[in-house]
């Protein structure tokens, strides 16, 4: 089966929602379509559309069957979908502080046995990575980065950890990501940012975008307290570099 | 202003809305009613919006104490033994708890029937709706209670004995029943998809064909199936998309989960069917232990039973009638001789006690 579907498939997720499928893998093609067309939706709303929901593979449309019905949603959606892709110039890079290893990354030096490396060469590798935020999902903020070099994709741990702190950094299987509530987690844990992509009565309550760009930058034990602190408060710690 | 204070209640009973609706992109689930009719029909009995905050009470027993001033409230959902002061008060009406009164509500009745006879009606929550709203903090236009992310107003989580519920003084507005139309029976009906590809036909035909029940370690995030094991052509594993209020995963034990308000907001399970906007009030409905089966309905007839759904929602104020008082007392002092001793024979801790197993980002 070919990697990307265009045009993508339209399937249905009960009467009020439609999911747009461009692909059943994750696939760097795939999710630019799906943000490509997420963007076309806010540019052009279409009556009727009261919500989409972004993922790696597929963008789940939620409508209002009273306003549109799934056929009429549908040919517009596979309309919006093949307008051509607008430049990503839009898209806002974001620069975040991550103290990596030690209490804040538990998993550093498990994950650099494992690919026989040293625990500096997998941060250096980590910090090197250009990532785009493909979709936010599960818990509130939790962001999945795509982009990912090959070298450090792994397979999630077997017993999934029931608890992981806020504002994890992790890697699972081919993508890396941002956790931003402390909860379960079966991902190997690099470090911990004190970045809060999800603060309630902070202005904006989410700082991430799906399609945003993101890298890390790694800073000492101590910065991130400090900082954990100033994030607390409400300060935004991450430096964004262009809107 | 006057308080409803909450002299008793049970486990997972919260202050639930419309829901939070737009945020689902951030990872953040709407929550909301479980069942959207009752909420709206309590809401409408005392003239709020419908789908202002109520307080959802699961199937256990519950009381609420009226404080610094008389409190009226719409009840609706759930049928229970209730009464205000040794009062007996029926639900689909609205009722004013005089300044130290208390509102006191049995086990949801249907669930009660559920468990001992095998009753294949019944239902497990209903709702306490505030004259005037419930005072609290919105967040993304929302009270609603959503205990994994911390929100929720005025408890960011399910009520407890001692809350307070702040509210406006009671209007002194006669009182109204509402008229809602008789309880739909049948299948749950279901829109096949998104993911009904990654199942043979025998597992579809499986599916729609057996008879189901709901486990007792269900919850406001999801209820698991109990029935027969459905088999995935390909494997449990997809890569994770968006849900829906209603998608029904197969994990890969085989047995289904029907996601619910507080779900995730995306998933990597393969989604076999969709319950439709029409039923899932009913379904949520469905008492843990009672048995039940899905029918698989075309897109046009789903979207048509949607549409009839919204109508039924904008004509509740035209179902509003005055109260003749004498017959509904009749009754509702039917309803509580019937009750007699039944509910010790349900296991109350047995029921939504017990999370749905622990998921992990995909």
């Not at chain 2, 009752?38 to 104490?65: D, K």
């Not at chain 2, 406001?220 to 968006?242: A, F, T």
Request: hydrophobic share 40%.
């Amino acid at each position: 089966m070919a990697a990307t579907f265009f045009p993508p498939r339209l399937l249905p997720s009960g009467d009020s929602a439609i999911t747009v499928e461009f692909s059943r893998i994750i696939d760097d093609t795939a999710n630019q379509r799906v943000l490509a067309l997420d963007r076309a939706l806010q540019e052009a709303p279409i009556q009727g559309v009261t919500e989409a929901v972004p993922t790696y593979r597929s963008l789940l449309v939620h409508y209002d069957p009273t306003q549109i019905d799934f056929a009429m949603l549908g040919e517009k959606l596979r309309a919006a979908a093949e307008r051509p892709v607008s430049s990503e110039a839009k898209a806002r890079r974001w620069r975040f502080p991550v103290a990596y290893g030690a209490e804040n990354g538990i998993d550093l030096e498990d994950v650099a046995k494992a690919l026989d490396t040293t625990p500096d060469d997998i941060v250096a590798r980590h910090v090197a990575g250009q990532y785009r935020v493909a979709m936010i999902g599960f818990t509130p903020g939790w962001s999945y980065l795509s982009g990912l070099e090959k070298f450090l994709h792994m397979p999630r741990r077997e017993n999934p950890r029931l608890q992981t702190p806020a504002g994890t950094i992790s890697v699972g299987g081919v993508q890396t990501g941002i956790q931003c509530l402390a909860g379960p987690s079966g991902w190997h844990l690099l470090g911990r940012t004190p970045v809060r992509t999800y603060q309630l009565h902070r202005d904006p309550t989410f700082l991430l975008e799906p399609g945003d760009h993101v890298t890390f930058f790694a800073i000492d034990a101590k910065t991130f307290a400090e900082q954990d602190r100033a994030a607390e408060a409400g300060e935004i710690i991450a430096e964004l570099i262009a809107a | 202003m006057s308080r409803l204070i909450v002299a008793r209640i049970g486990p997972a009973s919260s202050v639930q809305d419309g829901g939070r609706h737009g945020a689902q992109r951030y990872g953040l689930t709407p929550s909301g009613a479980m069942d959207r009719l009752a909420l709206a029909a309590a809401n409408c009995l005392i003239g709020n919006a419908l789908f202002a905050a109520a307080v959802e009470i699961s199937p256990f027993g519950a009381s609420f104490t009226a404080r610094d001033g008389a409190v009226r409230v719409g009840l609706a959902g759930a049928p229970r033994n209730a009464d205000i002061a040794g009062r007996p008060v029926a639900f689909e009406t609205s009722m004013t708890i005089a300044d130290g009164e208390t509102l006191t509500l049995g086990f949801a009745k249907g669930v009660i029937e559920g468990a001992t006879k095998g009753a294949t009606k019944g239902a497990a929550f209903s709702y306490l709706a505030i004259e005037g709203g419930i005072a609290g903090e919105a967040v993304f236009g929302s009270l609603a209670v959503n205990t994994r992310a911390g929100l929720g107003s005025p408890y960011p989580r399910p009520l407890q004995a001692g809350d307070e519920l702040h509210a406006k003084p009671a209007s002194g507005a006669a009182e109204r029943r509402i008229e809602l139309p008789a309880a739909a029976g049948g299948p749950i009906r279901v829109v096949l998809g998104p993911q009904d590809d990654e199942f043979s036909d025998e597992s579809k035909a499986l599916f729609l064909d057996s008879e189901w029940k709901i486990s007792a370690t269900s919850d406001r995030m999801g209820y698991r199936l109990e029935g027969p094991v459905i088999k995935h052509l390909h494997g449990h594993n997809i890569v994770s998309d968006g849900t829906v209020d209603g998608s029904i995963q197969v994990p890969g034990n085989g047995a289904p989960i029907v996601l619910m308000p507080d779900r995730g907001t995306s998933g990597g399970y393969p989604k076999i069917a969709t319950v439709i906007t029409a039923d899932f009030g009913r379904f949520a409905q469905i008492p843990a232990g009672t048995g039940f089966r899905f029918k698989a309905i075309s897109m046009a007839e789903a979207q048509a039973e949607a549409k009839k759904f919204a109508e039924l929602l904008r004509s509740l104020p035209d179902r509003l009638r005055g109260i003749e008082s004498f017959d509904l007392n009749i009754e509702a002092l039917h309803g509580a001789n019937v009750a007699g001793s039944a509910v010790s024979a349900v296991d109350a801790g047995t029921w939504h006690a017990i999370p749905v197993d622990v998921t992990t980002p995909d």
